[in-house]
């Protein structure tokens, strides 16, 4: 319990240490750094639910986010590196009353920020907002956020995503799912490759993060060639999706940005975990960063030094 409190007050020193108003120049160590405005932040999500994703009025009901990573388009080196996040992250967020009303800023696992909104682009943009806090204020400019009828959805856009599965978690249900195997995932196995998780075993979602990594890097490498032959497919897969996805991203903005992931560099060696510890909360897992290391990767994916 004392680590757990500990780690708890190092996370909150960490997020009442940056604003909105200091985020764009930074020192440390003595050397000062400058935020690249050549980056683009776009956070997808993964939601826990199933069928078509609704607004509500009423708020707070709203289901967790199970999958949070963070796409990080940097235009200065023509790049794209991925911030993979465990929704178990302590971090900072808004809460608000059933009916609306703003209620406190809340430390709990990163995943409830969308739970704490109506479903719909306030829950999304909660979202983004508290993972911009827990990485010091920098901004997350788009998002995009499907349930777990969406995922099939996705695979198919990229025309069946070919994986080397790293672990035995999903053996039993599916097969041909054993570590080390090359699989074309299809409708029938994607959902649980990218989401199952035995909730009995603690810290089980440190399996699935990994299978969501096996999953997002050679997704990313299909999309980028789906963008460079045809970038009006995937518009139409987006739109034929729209019950199932969420997202703030125009047209005029997804054919600029369509065209910089195409061109942009990126491989298995620009996905990024954060460091920290993964503790026993009161009720469930929690994971809490280490927060030298998480500034240390802030400059890394979103600085230049100066």
């Known amino acids: 319990m004392k680590r757990r409190l500990a780690g708890i007050l190092i996370l909150l020193l960490l997020l009442v240490g940056a604003s909105a108003e200091d985020y764009r120049r930074l020192r440390r160590d003595g050397v000062e750094y400058e935020y690249n405005s050549q980056v683009t932040a776009l956070l997808y999500a993964g939601i826990d639910s199933q069928g078509r994703m609704q607004t509500t009025d009423r708020y707070t009901i709203a289901p967790r986010a199970d999958a949070i990573n963070l796409i990080v388009l ?13 929704r178990d992250t302590l971090a900072r967020m808004t809460r608000y009353t059933m009916d609306g009303t703003y209620r406190d800023e809340y430390v709990s696992q990163l995943g ?29 400019h788009e998002y995009v956020v499907s349930n777990m009828d969406g995922v099939a959805r996705g695979n198919e856009m990229a025309g069946g995503v070919q994986v080397t599965v790293p672990n035995d ?6 097969p041909e799912l054993t570590a080390g195997a090359q699989v074309v995932l ?6 649980d490759y990218v989401r199952y998780r035995d909730v009995s075993l603690p810290h089980s979602n440190v399996g699935r993060m990994q299978r969501q990594e096996s999953f997002l890097i050679p997704f990313l490498a299909r999309i980028q060639q789906r963008l ?8 139409r897969a987006l739109e034929d999706s729209g019950d199932y996805i969420q997202t703030s991203v125009t047209r005029s903005e997804y054919l600029s940005l369509a065209d910089r992931i ?41 600085y230049l030094e100066r």
């Open 74 to 86: 940097d235009g200065y080196r023509e790049r794209i590196r991925v911030l993979a996040i465990s």
């Open 112 to 140: 409830y920020a969308y739970t704490y909104g109506d479903g719909g682009r306030i829950s999304c943009e909660n979202l983004c907002n508290a993972v911009s806090t827990l990485l010091g204020g920098v901004p997350v």
């Open 169 to 174: 978690d999903v053996a039993e249900l599916h």
């Open 186 to 191: 299809d409708a029938e196995n994607v959902l």
């Open 228 to 235: 460079r032959e045809d970038p009006e497919q995937i518009w």
């Open 262 to 302: 195409a061109g942009a560099a990126f491989d298995a060696d620009d996905y990024f975990y954060l460091s920290g510890e993964d503790a026993t909360g009161a009720r469930s897992d929690v994971f809490v960063p280490d927060a030298a290391e998480l500034q240390s990767l802030v400059l890394e994916l979103f």
